[in-house]
Structures are given as C-alpha cells and as structure tokens.
C-alpha cells in the first residue's frame, strides 16, 4: 500500500515538475496546424492592386530581429523573380510580334533593357504588414512585403525611348500598349 | 482489491484517491494563483516613459537614456547623451550601405548567413553641437538632444506605454510623402536602453532597403547549385524621425519615418 502511495506521490510531482526541463530547441519547426491557424489572414489571401506586387514569407529564428530579416529577404528574392517573369512575358510578347527574323539586334536590345530594369533592383519594397508569433522559444515572423510596379515600368519605358530605331518599333506592339496602359493606370 | 499486486482495502483507497485529488488541486490552483498574481504584478508595475517616448514629435531629435548611478551620476548622464546625440545623428544624416547573404537549404528554408552593414557619412553630432535637456526618473537618467531647437514642451512627463499595441506595430502606415519602417529587439532586463537603440537601428536599416535594394541570386557558381542570394542595399536617409516607440513583456517595437525627399539610393 505504501508503495503505491509513494509511486502515486512521485507521478503527481514528476507531472507538476516535468515541464521545467528546457529541451533543445528546434530552430526549423515543421508547420503544423497550429501554426497554420495562427497565419494572419492577409498571408493566406494576399491583396488585390494592380499597381503593386505582393510576397508573403514566413520565417523562424531565435533571434528575433533575424526571423524578421529573414522572411523579408525571402519576400524580396520572390518580388525580385515576380518581376523578373513579368519583364520576360513583355519580351516574349514583343518577340512574337516582331518576329524572330525581322531583326534579331532589335530582339537583342529589347532583352538587353528589360534585364537592365529587372536586374533585381527593388524600388520601394515596403514590409506592408508584419506579425510576429512566439512558439516554443522560436520566433517566427510573417511578412507581407508589397512593391509598387510604376518605378520599374517607367524605368523600362525609359531605357526604350532612349533607343530611338527600338522604340518606334515598340511602340507599334501591343506590348507597348499593355505597358502604357499599365503606366497610365499607375499615375492616376 | 489488487493494484499493481499489492492488495488494497476499501478505506485506504478512498484515502488514496482523497490523497491524489487534494494534491491535484493544490498542483492546479497554484498554477492559477501564480498566473493571476503574475498578471497583477505586471499592470501595477508598468514601465513609464517621458511623453517624447510615446508619439514624437515632427521634428529630428535624439532621446537617450541611461540607468542612473548614484555612485557615478557622472557616467550614468555621459552614457545617456552619447545615445541621444547617436540618435540625432541618425535622424540628421546617414548612408546606410551593406549587403546580407542567405541560402535558401532544402525545404525552402532561408538561412541566415551573415550580414554587413555600415553606417556611413554620419553628421558629427557631439554634446557641443547641440541643444541637451535632460531628466531623471529613477531607474534612469533621460537626455534630450536638439538640433539647436529647443526641445518640446511637456516631453518629461511621464505616462505608461499604451498596453494594446499599436495599430502600427502590424500595419505600415502609408503615405505618399514618407517612407515608414519599424524595427524591434528583444528586451535585454540588463540594458533597455540598448533594447531601444537596437530596435531603433533595425527600423533605420529597413528604411534604407526600402528606399531601394538589389536581390542577387547565386544560383550557380562554379557549376555547384546553391539557394544563396545577397541583397545589397546603398541609401542616404536625411530627416528620419522615430516617432513611435511601444513594447512588450518581451519584445520593443520603433516606428521611424523619412521624408521621400530625403531618401537617396547609391545603387546603379
């Protein structure tokens, strides 16, 4: 009897005290659906603007200011590609248009403009939202980072007009119409 | 009755159980009373902060603040003004030029793999180059610095941070003629002011890579695939201005500003 008053004693302690124990931590924490559900709700349905692209990341660390830093490179690195594939489609429309044999040069300074723009340089890329949630002595930042698209359009258009045989060809595509549109649109 | 081979009596189980459940309770309602307590000792000991602290105002100025020595008031008062004319430095000018390089490792982790950046061009601001006030609220001596304007009114009185965080610390405000950013650290019990100053640096670095920043992916060098991708930034920032400070148990949160017209990038 005695026994089992002191195994029962022993548990009951053992179950008050079991938690101080401090286990390693785990810096890289698998989502689960805990973390899932804590999301803020602007990370699973990003904004809708066509003057702005949008990148969500979500980064974990011990060091606070790291997880911050880190989901927001991760954001910047998917702006950077958004635009980048954003330029490669206007090239790809431009090339269509002109045509692969009318004149190769004028492919070739067309390319050489969008990766001049494109070059991953990120005008105005502003952390738009930041949560920041505590889960078992991690940090792990969310980020909502937005970039406003005029800078680098008016930027392509004017690498363009500097070329005068290049733009006056642009400016008979369809591309150019899409990308004065989206200039027009930006401005007001 | 047996448990576990021991055999057991009506009475003793009853005490037993008896025995488990008063333990249990004690265990439970100790939890509760400590997290009540806890709760009660936090509200009545919120920290208080000069009124310049909460919502600065729209001028550049440095704020300082140093824990106070009765041993060497001195020291405590030096350390406070060096901090606040670092911080009208930062307001009045500074190039914030670097890089930080991360990989991107399986499972489209990013890991950090360092970072350096520099505070260039900085103004020259010393205690002789500007106009200081100063104020002492046990545990700390707070200094003021101007920039030879005389400091706002009502900035030493004293009031606690607002305990629901601000509106900011979640959502960049927006407007067309400034640049926001915020930053945050971890509170050190040591040294807050350090906090602070970390906090306020991190918002200021942010700022910078706002204005514009250049993401160069590695993707293949010499002919080994990697994730790695250095972002650079390069920005002059004139009349930045922190004008919201908030924390946390843990954490401390600066909001800082720039005009538009005071942000330059040095990048191609």
Same mark, same amino acid.
């Given at each position: 009897?005695?026994?089992?008053?002191?195994?029962?004693?022993? @548990? =009951?302690?053992?179950?008050?005290?079991?938690?101080?124990?401090?286990?390693?931590?785990?810096?890289?924490?698998?989502?689960?659906?805990?973390?899932?559900?804590?999301? #803020?709700?602007?990370?699973?349905?990003?904004?809708?603007?066509?003057?702005?692209?949008?990148?969500?990341? %979500?980064?974990?660390?011990?060091?606070?200011?790291?997880?911050?830093?880190?989901?927001?490179?991760?954001?910047?690195? /998917?702006?950077?590609?958004?635009?980048?594939?954003?330029?490669?489609? =206007? $090239?790809?429309?431009?090339? *269509?248009?002109?045509?692969?044999? *009318?004149?190769?040069?004028?492919?070739?300074?067309?390319?050489?403009?969008?990766?001049?723009?494109?070059? /991953? $340089?990120?005008?105005?890329?502003?952390?738009?939202?930041?949560?920041?949630?505590?889960?078992?002595?991690?940090?792990?930042?969310? +980020?909502?980072?937005?970039?406003?698209?005029?800078?680098?359009?008016?930027?392509?258009?004017?690498?363009?007009?500097?070329? /005068?045989?290049?733009? %006056?060809?642009?400016?008979?595509?369809?591309?150019?119409?899409?990308?004065?549109?989206?200039?027009?649109?930006?401005?007001? | 009755?047996?448990?576990?081979?021991?055999?057991?009596? @009506?009475?003793?189980?009853?005490?037993?159980?008896?025995?488990?459940?008063?333990?249990?309770?004690?265990?439970?309602?100790?939890?509760?009373?400590?997290?009540?307590?806890?709760?009660?000792?936090?509200?009545?000991?919120?920290?208080?902060?000069?009124?310049?602290?909460?919502?600065?105002?729209?001028?550049?100025?440095?704020?300082?603040?140093?824990?106070?020595?009765?041993?060497? #008031?001195?020291?405590?008062?030096?350390? @406070?003004?060096?901090?606040?004319?670092?911080?009208?430095?930062?307001? %009045?000018?500074?190039?914030?030029?670097?890089?930080?390089?991360?990989?991107?490792?399986?499972?489209?982790? $990013?890991?950090?793999?360092?970072?350096?950046?520099?505070?260039?061009?900085?103004?020259?601001?010393?205690?002789?180059?500007?106009?200081?006030?100063?104020?002492?609220?046990?545990?700390?001596?707070?200094?003021?610095?101007?920039?030879?304007?005389?400091?706002?009114?009502?900035?030493?009185?004293?009031?606690?941070?607002?305990?629901?965080?601000?509106?900011?610390?979640?959502?960049?405000?927006?407007?067309?003629?400034?640049?926001?950013?915020?930053?945050?650290?971890?509170?050190?019990?040591?040294?807050?002011?350090?906090?602070?100053? =970390?906090?306020?640096?991190?918002?200021?670095?942010?700022?910078?890579?706002?204005?514009?920043?250049?993401?160069?992916?590695?993707?293949?060098?010499?002919?080994?695939?990697?994730?790695?991708?250095?972002?650079?930034?390069?920005?002059?920032?004139?009349?930045?201005?922190?004008?919201?400070?908030?924390?946390?148990?843990?954490?401390?949160? +600066?909001?800082?500003?720039? #005009?538009?017209?005071?942000?330059?990038?040095?990048?191609?």
């Amino acid at each position: 009897m005695r026994t089992i008053t002191v195994l029962l004693w022993g @548990a =009951l302690v053992l179950a008050a005290f079991g938690g101080c124990g401090a286990p390693a931590t785990n810096l890289a924490p698998e989502a689960n659906k805990k973390t899932i559900s804590n999301l #803020p709700e602007w990370y699973i349905n990003n904004p809708d603007d066509p003057n702005y692209i949008f990148a969500t990341a %979500t980064m974990t660390s011990k060091d606070l200011q790291l997880a911050v830093d880190k989901a927001a490179t991760a954001a910047r690195t /998917q702006l950077a590609q958004q635009l980048e594939t954003k330029f490669a489609n =206007l $090239t790809k429309q431009f090339q *269509e248009e002109v045509g692969a044999g *009318e004149s190769s040069e004028l492919l070739q300074q067309f390319t050489s403009a969008t990766k001049a723009v494109t070059q /991953q $340089t990120l005008n105005g890329s502003k952390i738009d939202k930041k949560d920041i949630q505590s889960e078992s002595g991690i940090y792990r930042a969310s +980020v909502l980072m937005s970039l406003p698209i005029g800078p680098a359009n008016q930027m392509l258009m004017d690498k363009l007009k500097a070329n /005068q045989d290049l733009y %006056t060809r642009f400016r008979a595509t369809k591309a150019f119409e899409e990308l004065d549109k989206e200039l027009k649109e930006g401005g007001q | 009755m047996k448990i576990w081979g021991a055999s057991v009596d @009506a009475p003793s189980l009853i005490w037993l159980c008896a025995s488990a459940g008063i333990a249990l309770g004690g265990v439970l309602s100790a939890s509760c009373a400590w997290g009540t307590a806890e709760q009660l000792i936090r509200e009545s000991s919120l920290p208080r902060y000069p009124a310049v602290f909460h919502e600065s105002p729209n001028s550049s100025l440095g704020i300082g603040f140093s824990k106070f020595s009765k041993l060497s #008031p001195q020291e405590s008062y030096t350390h @406070a003004v060096e901090m606040a004319c670092r911080s009208l430095a930062w307001s %009045t000018q500074v190039r914030v030029k670097g890089e930080r390089l991360f990989e991107q490792t399986a499972g489209d982790r $990013t890991e950090s793999r360092g970072e350096n950046i520099d505070l260039l061009d900085l103004a020259e601001i010393g205690p002789e180059k500007c106009t200081l006030d100063t104020l002492l609220h046990p545990p700390y001596a707070w200094v003021v610095a101007t920039d030879n304007s005389t400091p706002p009114q009502g900035w030493k009185e004293l009031a606690a941070l607002s305990a629901t965080a601000p509106l900011w610390i979640s959502s960049t405000p927006g407007n067309p003629s400034w640049h926001y950013a915020t930053g945050c650290s971890q509170i050190a019990y040591k040294n807050e002011p350090g906090s602070w100053e =970390l906090a306020a640096y991190n918002a200021l670095v942010e700022l910078a890579f706002l204005v514009k920043s250049r993401v160069r992916r590695l993707d293949k060098s010499e002919e080994i695939e990697s994730g790695s991708s250095i972002v650079e930034v390069d920005s002059s920032l004139r009349g930045v201005q922190f004008v919201g400070h908030w924390r946390d148990r843990e954490v401390a949160y +600066v909001l800082a500003r720039v #005009p538009v017209s005071g942000a330059t990038s040095h990048l191609d």
